[in-house]
C-alpha cells in the first residue's frame, strides 16, 4: 500500500526553524511589570498593544512561557530559532493590523452536523500568551481573593484549603449553575466595556473582539473544559473569564461586608475572653473560573434573599444565563454539594479529628510497650559489647605491658573514665527511680534494722552524726518510699483523667456548636469513569485493554501512570484519599498487567514476575525505570500541593496509537521543538470508541471534560521526550501545534 505523508493544514516550511538575526533577551518578570506600570497615567492604562503586548522582549518571554509548558525538563529557550520572524510579527501587531482569522486552521468535525474546531498557530500563540501576561499585570492585584483559577499559584488546592480553614458553620449553600452557551458577541462587548474601564487602548480592545470573532479565543460558559489542557481553550480565557466576572466579585465583596457590618463577632464588643458562644450570620463565596459556590451561616430566609440578590445581579449585571433549577439551595449539614469536581459536606470537628477508640488506645499501649522492650534489649546489647570490647582491649594492653611494651598517650584517660562512669552511674539512677519494686527494695534495705534507730544507741553518738542520719532517712523516705511514691503515681494519673476530661468537654462544646467543612473525592464517579475507560470489566474486576497493545511496554505504562498520577495529584486534598489510592493502586496497576500479558500473550502472573509489583522497565541503555507509583510512594502521599493541578480527562479519554509505517523525518510538532527523530502517534478518542456523545449525562461521566471529536484519528508527530511527556500527562494537547497534523493515507 503506498503510504503518503503531507501536512494538513499547513505545509512543511511552515515550521521550518530559521535562523533570524539577534534577538534582545527576554524580559524579566520584574522588568515586565514595571514596563506596564509606566503606561499607567490618569487612572487607566495607556497604548499597552504597540508598547508592551508588541515589544520583542516581551514577545519573546512569551515564546519562554510556552517552550515551558511544552518542555517541563527544560527552562532554556532555544534562540535564536524561532519558527517565525519576529521582528516582522512584532511590526505586525503593533500597527494592530494583526488579524487572527489568517492565523487560524479549521478541523471539521467528525459528525455531519458537528461544529468545527478553530486552532491558532503557533504564531497566534505567542500573541495570546503575551497578552494574557499584560492583562495579569493589570488586573491580577485587583481581582478578589476568593477568585481561584488562571493566577499564579491560586488554583483548586488554594480553594479547598479556603474551604477548610476559613469556612465555619456553614448551614445553607448553593452552586450557581450556569447554562451551558458560547461566550457570544452581547458577552464581548460587556466584556470590552470592563476592559475600557481600566485600559485605554481602542487598538487592544479591537484586538480581543477579532479573536472571539474569529474564534480564536472560544469560551465555553458552564461547560468543563476551562482550565483543562484542551487545545481549543487557551491561557488567556482565564484571565478574560476573571475580568468578566471582576463586577460579580465587588458584589459579594459588598455584600459580605454589609452582613458583617449588621452582625459583628460578640467578642468584638465584649472582648475576646467573652463566655458566651457566639456564632454571627456570616457570608463566603468561592469561584473557580465560572464556578461559583455560595455559603451562608444564617437561617435559610436569609439564604434565599442573599441568593436572589447574587442572580439577579448575575442575569441583570452580567448578562448570563442561570440554571434555576439546578442553583437550588441545599442543606450544608445534611446534603452534599458537588463544586469542582469535589464532594462538600458540613460535619462535626470529630468527624474529621475523631478520638482514638479503645482498641486504638489498647494497641498504641502495646506498640509502645514493644518499643520500650527493644530499646531497651538494644540497650543490653551495646552495653555487653562495649564490656566485651573494654576487655579485649584490657587483655590486649595486659600482655604489650608483661611483654616490655612502653605505651604513651597525648591526654589523659582517666577522666574519660570517669566521664563514662559518671554517666553511667546516672544512667543506673535514673532507671532504678523510674522503677518501683527496685525503689522499695532498696528502701527496705536502707531501713529495715539499722542500729543508729535505737535511743541508747543515739545517746552515746555525737550530734553531728545523728543529725547526717537523719537527714539520709528523710531523703531515704523522699524518694524511695513506695507510699510516696504511689502518691505521686496517682496524682499524676489523676492529672491526666482531669486533662482527658477537659478534652472531652472541648469536644463535645465543638461538636455542638461548630461545623467544619469536608471534601471527599466522588468515589462513585471515580469508580463510573475506570469502567467507563475500560480498567475494569461489569464486575468491577481489572481488564487490559487491547487498544494500548501496539505501543511499546514503556508507552503502555506510562499511558496507565500518566492517569495514575494526575489522579493522586487532582485529589491529595481530599479526605477519602484513601480510597483514591486503592484504584489507582489496584486497580490501574493491575490493568496495566493485564494489557501488559495480553500484548506478549503470557498470564498475570509471568508479567507480574517479568515487570515486578512496580511495573519497572529497562531502557536501551540498560537501566531500570519506573513510571507508574510505587506502592510506598502511594502510601505516603498526602495533602502537600498548593497548585492548581491538571484534571486526568485529557489523559483518560485519548490513547495514542503508535503507527507502523516507514515515515520519512518530521519535525516534532510540540512548541519550539525541532528534532527530527519522531515517531507518528494516531489519536484514538475514548467517546468515539464507545460511540458516546459526552453531553449525555446519563451515558457519560457528569463533570468529566472530553477533547473535541474533530481530533480523533488524527496523527501526531512527536520526539520520544514528548511523547512521553503526553503519555504521563506532563503536557497537553494545548502543548501542541495542532494546525500541523499529518495525514497518512
Known sequence: MLVALKRLLVPSTARAFTSLSPLPSPISPSDFESLVLRQYRAGKFHA???SVVADPSVLLAACRNLFSRSHPSSSTLPLPLLPFSLPAFSATLRSGALDPLSLCSSLASSRRKGQALILPTLELKVALEAL????????ESRLATFAYGGRAGIGRHTAVRYLKSTVSNPTWWFRVALRREHFGPRHVRRLAAVMEEKIDDPALIALVERLFKSEAVAIELGGVGLGRGFPQVSDLSSIL?????????????????????????????????????????RV???RYLDEILVITSGSKLFTMNIKD?????????????????????????SEKMDFMGMELQAVPPSVLHPPMSEKAIRAKKKYLKRKAAKALELKNARETRRKKLGLKILNHLFKKLKRGHVFEFDFRIESEVREVFRNWAEEVVAEYFKSREDCWNWHRMLTTGDFLSLKRVRDQLPPELLDSYDEFQEKVDKYLNPVGISKVLEEEERQEEEEEERRYARRTVEDLTELKMRVNAPIQLVRRAVKLAGFTNSMGRPRPIKLLICLEDAGIIKWYAGVGRRWLEYFCCCRNFRMVKTVVNYHLRFSCFLTLAE????????????YTKD??????????????????????????NLSDPKPVDGTLSMILARLAVNEPACSCLAHFCDRKDTVLYRIRLL???????????????????????????????????????????????????????????
Not at 494574557?132 to 488586573?139: D, G
Not at 525505570?625 to 510506598?632: A, K
Not at 484519528?713 to 494545548?734: E, N
Open 309 to 333: 440578590r447574587i442572580l439577579k445581579h448575575l442575569e441583570g449585571e452580567l448578562d448570563l444565563k442561570i440554571d434555576k433549577l439546578k442553583s437550588s439551595i441545599h442543606s450544608a449539614v
Open 241 to 281: 473569564i476573571n475580568i468578566y466576572f471582576d463586577a460579580f466579585d465587588r458584589e459579594i465583596q459588598e455584600l459580605r461586608a454589609e452582613v458583617h457590618k449588621k452582625n459583628p463577632r460578640l467578642c468584638d464588643l465584649d472582648g475576646e475572653n467573652s463566655p458566651v458562644i457566639h456564632m454571627p450570620i
Open 284 to 286: 463566603y463565596a468561592v
Open 132 to 139: 494574557r501576561m499584560a492583562l495579569a499585570a493589570v488586573y
Open 599 to 610: 500484548k506478549h500473550e503470557s498470564t498475570k502472573r509471568q508479567a507480574i514476575r517479568h
Open 48 to 50: 499597552l498593544l504597540p
Open 615 to 640: 511495573l519497572k522497565v529497562i531502557d536501551d541503555n540498560g537501566v531500570e525505570e519506573v513510571y507508574f507509583p510505587t506502592e510506598r510512594e502511594i502510601k505516603m502521599m498526602g495533602d502537600k
Open 687 to 745: 467517546q468515539n470508541r464507545l460511540n458516546v456523545d459526552p453531553l449525555n449525562e446519563n451515558r457519560w461521566v457528569p463533570g468529566m471534560g472530553a477533547i473535541h471529536e474533530s481530533l480523533n484519528k488524527k496523527v501526531l508527530s512527536l520526539c520520544p521526550q514528548h511523547a512521553s511527556d503526553l503519555f504521563m500527562g506532563r503536557i497537553a494537547l494545548q502543548d501542541i501545534d495542532c494546525t500541523s497534523f499529518v495525514n497518512v493515507e
